[in-house]
């Protein structure tokens, strides 16, 4: 199986809240991190969160970490349309630049 | 300052040919790295470039793959005689300098290669 898991689509109306969920295996991850790729642009990094933390806010988002089940969330308040974009979760351990990622989920926002 | 540029953005290969991607970093940034995303997968680690080294290539197929990035000018990601297996998004990122991949990281926009 893969290394980082999510779920492929999440569809959402606009000003609800959006959760987007993770799994990953790796127990030495030590970084994890939320990617946005909007269409025609690259990879663009949204946040993250070191594993000796289980939450961390910025603005509209909210990641939460369980490290003891390796599930990590990422909640967009008050979803704008300006929100749909694929979202990659990833991971990585202390110091190696190698970034393990999921497949990305599509998050549609409909009005 | 202009972002990664990858080229091209779509690339159409016939089996046997050669693919050749580019990948200009970001004005600054000596280090490059290279991911590949099958369909319906993760992006996966293929290379790490230093100016004129390869740092780490443990994620390159052995066979067929080559990655450069030369003192002037992008890096290269080569796929000989491509496989309809290739087809997949190559995304370059790149970094200012050392090896932590957290906030300093910035990825372009991905090169889709379809073998035909």
């Known amino acids: 199986g893969e290394d980082v898991e999510q779920s492929l689509f999440l569809s959402v109306r606009e000003g609800d809240s959006s959760v987007i969920n993770c799994t990953y295996t790796d127990s030495s991850s030590t970084y994890l991190y939320w990617y946005k790729q909007e269409p025609g642009a690259g990879l663009q990094l949204l946040t993250y969160i070191f594993s000796n933390m289980d939450m961390k806010q910025d603005q509209r988002l909210t990641v939460l970490l369980n490290k003891k089940d390796k599930h990590l969330s990422l909640r967009i308040a008050d979803t704008q349309t300006g929100d749909s974009a694929i979202y990659f979760c990833?991971?990585?351990?202390?110091?190696?630049?190698?970034?393990?990622f999921g497949a990305g989920t599509t998050v549609t926002v409909r009005a | 300052n202009a972002g990664v540029m990858q080229n091209p953005r779509h690339l159409v290969r016939r089996r046997g040919q050669e693919a050749r991607l580019r990948c200009s970093p970001m004005k600054g940034h000596s280090h490059v790295y290279w991911y590949r995303q099958l369909p319906e997968e993760g992006l996966k680690f293929m290379v790490y470039l230093q100016k004129e080294n390869i740092i780490d290539e443990s994620g390159m197929p052995k066979e067929r793959f080559s990655a450069e990035f030369p003192k002037e000018g992008p890096s290269i990601l080569r796929i000989q005689q491509v496989v309809r297996g290739d087809s997949a998004a190559y995304f370059c990122a790149s970094s200012p300098g050392g090896v932590r991949v957290d906030t300093e990281a910035f990825f372009g926009q991905g090169t889709r290669l379809t073998v035909v």
């Open positions: 990833a991971e990585s351990r202390s110091n190696d630049y190698k970034l393990s």
